[in-house]
């Protein structure tokens, strides 16, 4: 009944910017929390940045600075724009939102993930 969809991802040099972006459609009342997290190979999964429903937001240290975390309530979107790129950030990108559906069940979906590799 809902889909979280990434996108943006692809194949960047060190020092270059992407932006990526996630829409949830379908059942949705409100949407609460939205977030970014990414996995890099042999890595567990980890939180990147992540916004509340009034704009308050949070970053993982190594990507305070250059990353910069947004969202659209309009559009049931969130971005994140990724500046000054590093190799070490080469991971598969997945967008979580944590929303609350038209019958009022409160509950948090994945999206399929987005790769993101930066060359050195």
């Known amino acids: 009944q809902v889909q979280v969809v990434e996108s943006g991802g692809g194949l960047v040099q060190a020092g270059g910017s992407l932006r990526l972006s996630c829409v949830a459609s379908?059942?949705?009342?409100?949407?609460?929390?939205m977030g970014w997290y990414r996995q890099a190979p042999g890595k567990q999964r980890e939180l990147v940045a992540a916004?509340?429903?009034?704009?308050?937001?949070n970053y993982a240290d190594s990507v305070k600075g250059r990353f910069t975390i947004s969202r659209d309530n309009t559009k049931n979107t969130v971005y994140l724009q990724m500046n000054s790129l590093k190799p070490e950030d080469t991971a598969v990108y997945y967008c979580?939102?944590?929303?609350?559906?038209?019958?009022?069940?409160?509950?948090?979906?994945w999206g399929k993930g987005t790769l993101v590799t930066v060359s050195s």
């Open positions: 979580n939102v944590d929303l609350t559906h038209r019958n009022y069940v409160r509950m948090n979906y």
């Open positions: 916004i509340t429903s009034g704009g308050s937001t």
């Open positions: 379908g059942s949705i009342f409100s949407i609460n929390d």
